[in-house]
């Protein structure tokens, strides 16, 4: 499977963002995630999504603003991003993990990558 990520860009504070990833290939995965590296700064899971059944886990510094959804007929995985901080600024990258539900949590639990896109929030 191939995971493309699209949709990043410049906002300001406070608005919002839809990012997207796009999977092709035979997708055969438990979890659909989305995480985030700023300069400077480690990987960090953001939200996750079980591609069957729709849970959905977020990090704390997103609840609340952040929403995953996925559309297993097209195989993409989106997050809405409202009320974007500075602090949001990162490439941010689609994964997909077949872990255990606490894995999600954890970027080195995702074996496939997206390539990254940019989301600068500007103050």
């Known amino acids: 499977v191939q995971l493309q990520a699209s949709g990043g860009g410049l906002v300001q504070t406070g608005g919002s963002l839809r990012i997207s990833c796009a999977a092709s290939?035979?997708?055969?995965?438990?979890?659909m995630g989305w995480l985030r590296q700023a300069p400077g700064k480690e990987r960090e899971f953001v939200a996750a999504?079980?591609?069957?059944?729709?849970?959905?886990y977020y990090a704390d510094s997103v609840k609340g603003r952040f929403t995953i959804s996925k559309d297993n007929a097209r195989k993409l995985v989106d997050l809405q991003m409202n009320g974007l901080k500075p602090e949001d600024t990162a490439v941010y990258y689609c994964?997909?993990?077949?872990?255990?539900?606490?894995?999600?949590?954890?970027?080195?639990?995702?074996?496939?990558w997206g390539q990254g896109t940019q989301v600068t929030v500007s103050s």
């Open positions: 290939g035979r997708l055969s995965v438990t979890f």
């Open positions: 994964a997909a993990t077949n872990g255990i539900t606490s894995s999600v949590y954890a970027p080195k639990m995702y074996h496939t």
């Open positions: 999504i079980r591609w069957n059944g729709g849970a959905t």
